[in-house]
């Protein structure tokens, strides 16, 4: 006489459970990588926007505005000059801020003088031709 069975055993349920358990693993590993490299690609993209809104203000005014106009930690920072904005909302780090090498650091702008300037930023891996760890964006460009 034959045994008629309608299911799976034990062993093949939890050879499956194993199964998907390993891939989702996988799966969110990959994409918390995926996203530090887009949080990196936005750091980079909001220097080189800030950049332009800085040359467009020097441009007209023959100079680089002061810390009091740029400031990344005020609620709704911007760059302007009386009713002319130039940037109207100046870019926040995006979160997390600790990626690897980078220990929670926020954007900082110091004005050096009429025709200088710096952004101090930081990327937790190569990004763009540009290196990871603290940059500095500067008229010149961005350097390490």
Same mark, same amino acid.
């Given at each position: 006489m034959q045994k008629n069975s309608k299911g799976f055993t034990l062993i093949e349920l939890l050879v499956v459970?194993? +199964?998907i358990g390993l891939l989702s693993t996988l799966s969110v590993v990959a994409l918390n990588s995926a996203r530090e490299k887009a949080r990196n690609a936005r750091r980079v993209?909001?220097?080189r926007q800030v950049q332009t809104a @800085?040359? @467009?203000y020097f441009n007209d005014q023959g100079q680089y505005p002061d810390t009091d106009e740029v400031n990344f930690s005020a609620? &709704?920072?911007q760059v302007s000059f009386g009713s002319k904005v130039y940037m109207s909302v100046l870019p926040k780090n995006p979160m997390p801020?600790?990626?690897?090498?980078?220990a929670d650091q926020e954007y900082i702008y110091t004005y050096d003088s009429n025709t200088s300037y710096h952004i101090d930023y930081c990327i937790s891996e190569p990004t763009g031709g540009i290196s990871q760890g603290i940059n500095h964006a500067t008229p010149s460009g +961005? &350097? &390490?």
């Open positions: 459970i194993a +199964i993209a909001d220097m @800085l040359e @467009l609620a &709704n920072g801020r600790n990626d690897a090498d980078c +961005i &350097n &390490n």
